[in-house]
């Protein structure tokens, strides 16, 4: 994640496989279940991972994340040719990436749609405030440990730079307005993390579906956990809980109406809120 891969990083490509640009991109978004989710796809037959993946470590190398790394400056024609070269699969297959910050992350959505403009969209969200908790203790637990910090250093960074960080990749409406109008609505498929743990069988058949492929293929382990991590931060109360939920009712109930398919009850907090009834 320290700098986008370069063309040296790529693999030589494999016997019967050809150079494809990527069938499908996961835009986001983290701890939304997006490991869990990706595997399952991972596990079709039909499916093939980009070109840098490794077994040996998947965690590691699932997602891409090339996109992050510009800023305000447009990736050239050269790293351009170098993304598209990261896919690749045989006849009759597919190949992909799900990188679970792509859809927070400033100007990524336009630069992935200039440089794959036909690639299927997933994305996948969860309660706003499971998930903006989850996403602290993921950045305290790994970024932070990495960059070896006083104590005085990670108050600073966890208030100045991880709060905001995650708090802001769990308002999730403006970002898929904008992948709707650039990608289409036919070529994005949004998923609830908590419709996908209630009944996985049905929306993973959803997926293969919109991807196109065999839709009866089921995975040996639905349920199976992936990249579960101790928790290090202090858990919300239930009040500091619905304080959260707050923050995000607006955008929730912008999401509700342009994405039908959420069902805003499976976020118990935000929920409440929205059905207050109102003072005369």
């Not at 990524?108 to 706003?128: A, F, G, N, S, Y």
């Not at 405030?129 to 996403?135: D, F, K, P, Q």
């Not at 009040?239 to 939920?245: E, G, K, P």
Request: one cysteine or more.
């Amino acid at each position: 994640m320290d700098a986008p891969f370069s063309s040296d990083a790529i693999p030589s490509l494999r016997s019967g496989y050809k150079q494809r640009t990527p069938d499908f991109v996961g835009l986001g978004v983290p701890k939304a279940g997006t490991s869990w989710w990706n595997s399952l796809i991972m596990e079709h037959p039909e499916v093939h991972p980009h070109r840098l993946f490794d077994t040996d470590s998947p965690q590691d190398t699932k997602e891409l994340n090339f996109f992050d790394h510009f800023s305000w400056r447009q990736p050239n024609a050269i790293e351009i040719d170098t993304y598209r070269r990261a896919f690749a699969a045989p006849e009759n297959g597919i190949c992909g990436e799900w990188s679970a910050y792509y859809l927070g992350m400033p100007l990524v959505i336009e630069r992935l749609h200039k440089v794959v403009p036909d690639t299927k969209v997933l994305i996948l969200v969860r309660d706003p405030v499971s998930r903006t908790i989850s996403h602290l203790n993921h950045v305290t637990l790994n970024r932070g440990r990495s960059l070896r910090l006083t104590p005085a250093w990670v108050k600073f960074f966890s208030t100045y730079s991880v709060t905001p960080e995650a708090f802001f990749h769990s308002l999730y409406e403006y970002a898929i307005a904008r992948v709707f109008h650039l990608f289409g609505r036919e070529s994005t498929l949004v998923l609830q993390y908590e419709k996908c743990v209630a009944d996985t069988q049905t929306e993973l058949k959803r997926t293969y579906r919109f991807l196109g492929v065999d839709d009866d293929f089921l995975p040996k382990n639905l349920k199976n956990e992936v990249n579960k991590i101790e928790y290090v931060v202090d858990k919300p109360d239930a009040q500091q809980r619905r304080d959260m939920a707050g923050f995000f009712v607006e955008d929730a109930k912008r999401l509700a109406k342009l994405c039908p398919e959420i069902d805003i009850s499976l976020w118990p907090e935000v929920f409440e809120i929205l059905n207050q009834p109102k003072l005369s």
